[in-house]
Nanobody, 115 residues
Framework: QVQLVESGGGLVQAGGSLRLSCAAS????????IGWYRQAPGRQRELVAG???????NYADSVKGRFTISRDNAKNTVYLQMNSLKPEDTAVYYC?????????WGQGTQVTVSS
């Protein structure tokens, strides 16, 4: 079992930046894929950015060129650097990891972008 704890959300003005962190514990060495999803009110949860099992990074079209996913394996932490934020980026952001065939979610962190 993998535990995921997100941090770094908050309120920011449009055009600003935030960096989200996701710390993995439990069995982080067993993680095959990890990434960030978000869910806005009344909308389905969607993939924002992630590392596949081959460690390649993937991004939603809506965030390409503005968001960057990175990882620090020594700290078992994945980051999401979000620049040029827009009001439509407002959502709860969740860390997600696949480990040993199980899908693990963090508790989520709220990101609010004011116009």
């Amino acid at each position: 079992q993998v535990q995921l704890v997100e941090s770094g959300g908050g309120l920011v003005q449009a055009g600003g930046s935030l960096r989200l962190s996701c710390a993995a514990s439990g069995s982080p060495f067993a993680i095959s894929a990890i990434g960030w999803y978000r869910q806005a009110p009344g909308r389905q949860r969607e993939l924002v950015a992630g590392f596949s099992s081959s460690s390649s990074a993937n991004y939603a079209d809506s965030v390409k060129g503005r968001f960057t996913i990175s990882r620090d394996n020594a700290k078992n932490t994945v980051y999401l650097q979000m620049n040029s934020l827009k009001p439509e980026d407002t959502a709860v952001y969740y860390c997600n990891a696949w480990s040993r065939g199980l899908n693990n979610w963090g508790q989520g962190t709220q990101v609010t972008v004011s116009s």
